[in-house]
């Protein structure tokens, strides 16, 4: 999952072990409101974390810009302080959850997936998709009854993939919701290919009655057999 980090210049970011290796999560932040806006009008995020003072000048503002512009993203505002007021006002204005800082970071992540799940999968634990069932909570990837070995990388393409299954998916898009700023460093291009060859051979090698069809210069598509 890709996440947005927003938090005001004077704090320090309080989310860095949202990207370890137990939460699989692709974390890009920043504290200017001027990045903040290109970064939602030009890229896709699962959830856009929202630090800062409720009474701040910009925050009605940014508040605004981020619930019409991502309109399949999460939205969490998180504060040191706030009234039960200021919840009410924030989410009439598009969040989907407020806390109050200090928060457990295991809380942190469940709400996070949570509202991915409701936002992107209507609530549901289980995606199924011909015979494909993908275990949300689990993070386990099936054919009917019979689990597939997928790396964390895999799932996430085929997360996205089922996603955006109306959809082409450019190999551009997808590398940046992989890698997030640093897929150009990674060579993502390569990297991404690969991924997609060995995805491919072990449906097919399960019998999943689904194929990533790749569609010339434009890019990927899941669709179903």
Known sequence: MKILVLYSKHELLPFSDLSGKDADFVVESTTSNKEASEKIHLYEYDCILLFSDFDHPEVQELFHEIAH???NSGLIFLSKEITVEQKVKA???GADDCLIQPVHPDELKARIHAIVRRKKFNARHQIHFANLVIDLDQKQVLVWNTPISVTPKEYEILLYLIMNQKKTVSP???SE????ESSEEKESNNLLMTHIKNLR???KQAKAELEIKNIYAVGYQMVEL
């Not at 919701?177 to 997030?180: K, M």
């Open 172 to 174: 551009t898009m997808l």
């Open 177 to 180: 919701y992989l890698w997030g």
């Open 201 to 203: 051979k072990k449906l």
């Open 69 to 71: 512009s991502n309109k």
């Open 91 to 93: 989410l009439n204005a």
